[in-house]
C-alpha cells in the first residue's frame, strides 16, 4: 500500500506511530540518558508499587532497537493487514489494543509474583525488568487467526513453511525454550498472554457468527 491507501488502514497508522515513537524515543535516551527508559517501559515492580502506570499503553509502542523495532513491524503488516480485512478496522484496533494491554498485565502478574527468585526469573522474567514492544499485541493477532484459519500457510521466521495453529504454538515454545537457553530478554509471558486474547476472541467470534466463521476457516484451508 502506499500514500493515502496505507494510512487509511489501522494497521498503516499504528506501524506510523511505532515508528514516529521509537525515534522520539531515542531522541529522549540522547537528552536524558537512562533515565528516560522507567517513563516509557514497564517494569513489574513499579507497577506493583503503583507507580508509572502509563507505562501499560506506552510500552505497546516503544521498542528496544531497530531489529526490534523492523521485526514487530514487518509481523504486524502481514498479520494486521490480514486481520484488518478479515474483521473489520474497529475489531481489530479493539484487538490489537486490548491484547497489548492484557500482554503487559500478564507480564506484571507473573514476574511480580513468581519472579523474584533465579529459577523464577528465568521462567517468568525479573520483577526488575524493563519491556517494550509490539510483539504482544502481535502475538493477539495471531492467536486469532489460529482459530478462525487454522489452516493457513504461514513462514515461520519467514523461511519454516506450516500451518497458522502449529505456528503460533511453535512461536510461543520455540522463543520461550531459547530464552531458557541463551542470554536475551523476551517477554515470554507478555506473548502468551496476548496470544490467549487472540484465541478467546476467536472462539467468540465463532460462536457469535458460526456460518461465517467457517465459511472463513474453509475458504483459508485450500
Do not use: C
Amino acid at each position: 500500500m502506499r500514500g493515502k491507501g496505507f494510512f487509511s488502514s489501522y494497521t498503516g497508522i499504528l506501524i506510523f506511530v511505532n515508528v514516529v515513537l521509537f525515534v522520539a524515543f531515542l531522541i529522549m535516551m540522547n537528552s536524558m540518558g537512562d533515565a528516560a527508559i522507567p517513563l516509557v517501559a514497564i517494569q513489574p515492580a513499579m507497577i506493583m508499587a503503583g507507580q508509572n502506570v502509563w507505562t501499560f499503553i506506552t510500552s505497546m509502542f516503544m521498542h528496544a532497537s531497530m531489529t526490534h523495532l523492523f521485526v514487530n513491524m514487518v509481523s504486524l503488516f502481514f498479520l494486521g493487514t490480514f486481520v484488518e480485512r478479515l474483521i473489520g478496522k474497529k475489531r481489530f484496533l479493539w484487538l490489537y489494543v486490548v491484547g497489548g494491554l492484557v500482554a503487559s498485565l500478564f507480564f506484571v502478574v507473573l514476574a511480580g509474583f513468581f519472579g523474584g527468585s533465579s529459577l523464577g526469573g528465568m521462567v517468568f522474567g525479573s520483577p526488575l525488568a524493563f519491556a517494550v514492544g509490539a510483539s504482544g499485541a502481535i502475538f493477539a493477532l495471531g492467536g486469532l487467526l489460529a482459530v478462525l484459519t487454522p489452516k493457513l500457510p504461514v513462514l515461520v521466521f519467514f523461511v519454516i513453511p506450516m500451518p497458522m495453529w502449529m505456528a503460533m504454538i511453535g512461536l510461543i515454545v520455540v522463543v520461550w525454550l531459547a530464552s531458557l537457553a541463551l542470554p536475551f530478554g523476551v517477554g515470554n509471558t507478555a506473548h502468551l498472554g496476548g496470544l490467549l486474547v487472540g484465541i478467546a476472541y476467536g472462539f467468540y467470534l465463532k460462536k457469535k457468527f458460526p456460518r461465517k466463521t467457517q465459511m472463513i476457516s474453509r475458504y483459508f484451508s485450500k
